[in-house]
């Protein structure tokens, strides 16, 4: 009987093997499916187990049909409003990049729009207060982290006296990282007693029904007021220390930034909270759908032509990042990047060195420390193969995050959002980004990269060659993770 056992097991675990030899690869990195294959030999229980609950990376089928159906209906409604500015010329290469960004996230370039950047978190949080004291029709809220503090009190009364004025007001927020954060009970309530509408997204309640890879997420930040004025970047709805005893203990602070909006582009912004929404209570928006067309248009020296810029599960590519790539091939002078999770794929990290090598300055802003011990070994992988190529890494220094998403390119453009430059940000997490031309909006972010170098120490390859054994042996080990998609 025993022989019997041992045998149908050694059956059982060859059959896995093989099975997986088959399966895993299909349509996957070639690096994801080695570090998969390596979990599941290694490991085979467990790591089959792991696969099973978080091998895909794909929404389910329901919920990518509804993205296409949108996409679609964004392609019709808008075709014919690309107004751009022709004052001045475009860089050469910079129609192919719009028309990749169209065929990928189905949203087009839009001119006649103002941008404003924001880089002090009260100061954003007191904007966006205030926008929404104005709000007359509508206001829209999607954050992947929102909470009831004493930082977002007077955000969660201003949606309250909206509410009260007659105004329709709905959110979104992302299911896992908001139960997660501090006092999610508390803000569930607030949303009540306020009487928004609101959702979680992506939620992961197998009990209802409701279940997809539970390490998908909704990392979008996005507020939209009337369809005339929008905020979008990387700051949650959350005091900057997010709350967490062990955040406040090491004094962190987390430094974002956002982007105050006007003009077409904001009914960009509105499509991506219609296509969540929909996605998430089956609710098609039809009367704020008509705010998808262009309303205010600033005819101006400085006007902005933008495009947003959707990525995420939903799509069949890796929007931000084919977007990320075609940017940084096509530089010819300068790349400043700043992310705060910088964990990339061999593709962009060929895109990056092959610039230093073709005579592109490339900067990158990262913090000095971090909060998530995993993607910040994982991060520090990286370095020594970009200081050797000559990339300068700026480090910001403690106690602050520096959590801001963005990169400029030459003199011309600018992209900023939600999106790390990150795996987890190319495949497993629903971003948004907004590609900006326009040189005053880049000598805007210009001086917001100086007061980022001017806080920051920079890196060199002979400080590097110093770490201690221990923390490249940690490094390494958590950049074999990064792998697992």
């Not at 294959?37 to 229980?45: K, R």
């Not at 105004?167 to 009540?192: E, F, M, N």
């Not at 005579?359 to 000095?368: A, D, K, T, Y």
Request: aromatic content about 10%; glycine content about 6%.
């Amino acid at each position: 009987m025993v022989a019997i056992v041992i045998v149908l097991l050694f059956l059982f675990d060859l059959g896995v093997r093989i099975t997986a030899i088959i399966v895993v690869p299909r349509n996957r990195r070639p690096s994801s499916a080695m570090a998969w294959l390596l979990a599941i030999f290694l490991i085979p229980y467990l790591g089959l187990i792991v696969f099973l609950i978080i091998g895909s990376y794909k929404l389910p089928k329901k919920r990518r049909d509804k993205q296409q159906a949108i996409n679609d209906f964004i392609i019709e409604t808008t075709e014919g409003i690309d107004q751009v500015s022709n004052d001045h010329p475009w860089p050469a290469w910079l129609r192919s990049v719009v028309e990749l960004n169209r065929h990928l996230g189905a949203m087009p370039l839009v001119g006649g729009n103002k941008a404003r950047l924001i880089g002090d978190y009260a100061q954003s949080l007191a904007e966006m207060t205030a926008d929404i004291n104005t709000a007359t029709r509508f206001v829209h809220c999607e954050f992947y982290i929102m909470s009831y503090d004493p930082a977002t009190k007077l955000f969660f009364g201003a949606l309250e006296a909206a509410v009260k004025r007659g105004v329709i007001v709905r959110v979104l927020l992302d299911h896992v990282a908001s139960i997660r954060s501090p006092g999610h009970r508390r803000t569930i309530k607030q949303l009540k007693k306020i009487g928004v509408s609101w959702s979680f997204m992506l939620p992961v309640q197998p009990y209802r029904g409701r279940w997809q890879r539970p390490d998908l997420r909704n990392h979008r930040k996005v507020l939209v007021i009337d369809g005339r004025v929008g905020y979008m970047g990387s700051q949650n709805l959350i005091d900057r220390s997010y709350n967490s005893r062990a955040n406040k203990r090491r004094g962190l602070q987390w430094r974002d930034i956002m982007t105050r909006v006007q003009g077409p582009i904001v009914n960009g912004l509105n499509a991506i909270f219609i296509t969540d929404w929909y996605s998430e209570t089956n609710e098609l928006l039809l009367r704020e759908t008509e705010a998808i067309t262009p309303a205010v248009v600033f005819d101006t020296d400085d006007a902005l032509d933008c495009q947003v810029v959707p990525s995420g599960p939903g799509f069949d590519g890796e929007n931000n990042l084919r977007l990320f790539l075609a940017l940084l091939y096509y530089a010819q002078k300068r790349i400043i990047i700043t992310s705060p999770y910088f964990v990339p794929d061999d593709s962009m990290l060929y895109a990056i060195t092959t610039a230093t090598q073709r005579g592109v300055e490339v900067q990158l802003f990262v913090s000095e420390i971090g909060d998530q011990a995993l993607v910040y070994h994982a991060q520090r992988s990286y370095y020594e193969a970009l200081l050797r190529a000559g990339v300068q890494i700026w480090m910001y220094r403690a106690p602050y995050i520096l959590h801001a998403k963005h990169f400029t390119i030459d003199d011309d453009v600018a992209v900023i959002g939600s999106s790390n430059m990150d795996i987890r940000s190319f495949s497993l997490n629903m971003e948004v980004s907004m590609m900006v031309r326009g040189a005053s909006f880049v000598r805007d972010m210009r001086v917001v990269e100086d007061g980022y170098r001017a806080q920051s120490r920079e890196l060199t390859l002979d400080e590097w060659e110093k770490q201690p054994l221990r923390s490249t042996i940690l490094d390494n080990l958590a950049r074999l993770t990064s792998g697992l998609q």
